[in-house]
């Protein structure tokens, strides 16, 4: 058996499927879990890869460290999506961190993460510094009345239950719901083959963040080229030095990915990118 990936009609990736573990309609998404020989198990949503055991430390420690790092003093945090337990893995490593809510909205994607993926979490859904959310993110942010230091936005693509959390008004609720200083990271697709979401993004920030920045991630199984991550804030924040990187990222245990080098080095765009951050 074998697992074609259908996010393009054009082309994909496939995985041999040594076990399906489990599958079904979520009510929210077509879920499935299997093993494969070389990544390990496999989860994907709605036909999209979202996470397999063997490259998942790449993109969770970029989508969570970069921010943190960037912060002068993370204590309250927001997730919203990332209901396989990897962000919040990472963000609980911060010692500066007081509180994470997390808003999934599907418990399902949780419970058999738990269960299927359990180095994902790594016990993180048990911590007493969260509080678990199951709502729509967007209409959590729309309500929301508490300001965040960091917002990490680990949604699946933009179809589906995933497609509100590019719109505008999560931006400007997200932008509502940042301190001054606070930062927001997004899930932004990989720019070779989306790029018109890098576009669409920077001008949907326009006005709303004085820092609309992108940085890349080369994750394995998110096909086509690295990964955009998107970076804003409502101050104007240059890059932090590679020196107070250094003293803080030495806090954080069992790191297989990030690096001061690579965090700097994320930021660094080729043109084909630039040229996408069009107004
Ligand atoms: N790392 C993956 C990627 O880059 O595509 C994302 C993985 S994580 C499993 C994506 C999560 O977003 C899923 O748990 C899904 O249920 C959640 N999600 C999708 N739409 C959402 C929404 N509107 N509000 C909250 N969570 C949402």
């Known amino acids: 058996m074998r697992y074609q990936e259908t996010l393009y009609p054009e082309w994909g990736q496939n995985f041999t499927q040594e076990r399906v573990l489990f599958e079904t309609h979520t009510g929210h998404q077509d879920l499935v879990i299997f093993e494969n020989a070389r990544f390990g198990r496999v989860m994907a949503l709605d036909g999209v890869i979202q996470t397999t055991e063997r490259d998942e430390f790449v993109y969770h420690e970029m989508m969570v460290h970069v921010p943190m790092l960037s912060h002068p003093n993370p204590t309250r945090v927001l997730i919203i999506g990332g209901g396989d337990g990897g962000i919040l893995r990472e963000v609980l490593k911060h010692p500066s961190v007081e509180t994470v809510t997390q808003v999934e909205i599907d418990q399902s994607v949780v419970d058999l993460c738990v269960q299927y993926f359990p180095n994902h979490s790594q016990g993180a859904f048990d911590d007493p510094r969260l509080s678990l959310v199951i709502t729509d993110g967007a209409e959590f942010i729309e309500n929301n009345q508490t300001a965040y230091d960091v917002i990490i936005t680990d949604s699946t693509d933009p ?67 690295s990964m ?52």
Not at 166 to 195: E, H
Request: one cysteine or more.
């Open 159 to 225: 179809i589906g239950p995933g497609e509100v959390l590019f719109a505008s008004p999560y931006y400007s609720g997200c932008a509502r719901s940042l301190t001054d200083q606070g930062i927001l990271v997004t899930q932004n697709g990989v720019p070779f083959m989306q790029g018109d979401e890098v576009t669409a993004t920077y001008r949907r920030w326009a006005g709303v963040f004085a820092t609309r920045r992108f940085y890349l991630t080369p994750v394995p199984t998110y096909a086509g080229g």
């Open 228 to 279: 955009a991550m998107g970076f804003a804030s409502k101050a104007k924040l240059d890059l932090p030095s590679i020196s107070s990187l250094e003293s803080r990222a030495n806090s954080l245990t069992n790191l297989r990915y990030y690096t001061p080098e690579a965090h700097l080095g994320a930021f660094g765009l080729p043109k084909f990118i630039q040229a996408l951050m069009s107004d």
